[in-house]
């Protein structure tokens, strides 16, 4: 398995790379994510995955593990496969991505080309307990924010459980971007 490769931009597109890695051209599909995150810099290292099927060997890179990781847990979904998570990476950012599965969104997901309304379900329902657990030192996107940390911390303390407080604490937070911590615990406790 190819989880990384490391060399020489050749050509980039927004939705393919090739890269030079030891005088072999590695062709690379990429989400607009990624592509939006690569400088200029020649030389280039992207988190890979390969997708070996019947008739082809596919290489999707990642400018960064949490993509790769959520990317990953997108495929695992029935119904979706490596095309439209791209797609989805490239309509929504991953951030996005994981607001909308933890805050039950259909419709944002369902906004996404080639998402229905039972595909948005299944991402959803299939999702949400393994995006809470997606490792925070891989993935500092997708991390609770300290401000939602601390809040979590704060209601836990008052009596509410996690599984109650995580919902509607990404719900507020994507609603009221950098907001603090005080306002998120007082709208948290309406809510609750």
């Known amino acids: 398995m190819i989880t990384q490769i490391k060399g020489r931009l050749i050509e980039k597109s927004p939705t393919e790379l090739v890269i030079d890695c030891n005088g072999i051209g590695y062709s690379i599909n990429i989400s607009l994510n990624t592509y939006s995150q690569i400088g200029d810099d020649e030389n280039i290292k ?55 599965i933890m805050s039950d969104s259909v419709q944002i997901i369902q906004s996404i080309k080639g998402i229905g309304t039972k595909t948005a379900q299944r991402v959803i329902l299939e999702l949400k307990d393994k995006v809470m657990m997606l490792d925070e030192s891989d993935n500092e996107h997708f991390s609770l924010s300290n401000e939602s940390t601390e809040a979590a911390s704060a209601l836990e303390v008052l009596g509410y459980s996690q599984k109650q407080t995580s919902k509607i604490l990404s719900q507020i937070i994507s609603e009221n971007p950098g907001i603090n911590v005080e306002t998120l615990i007082k709208k948290a406790l309406n809510k609750l």
């Open 46 to 100: 992207l988190f890979t995955h390969l997708i070996i099927k019947e008739d082809s060997h596919s290489l999707y890179g990642f400018f960064k593990k949490s993509e790769r990781s959520l990317f990953k847990l997108l495929i695992s979904v029935s119904g979706v496969g490596a095309s439209t998570a791209r797609m989805m990476l490239s309509s929504l950012s991953p951030g996005e991505i994981i607001s909308a």
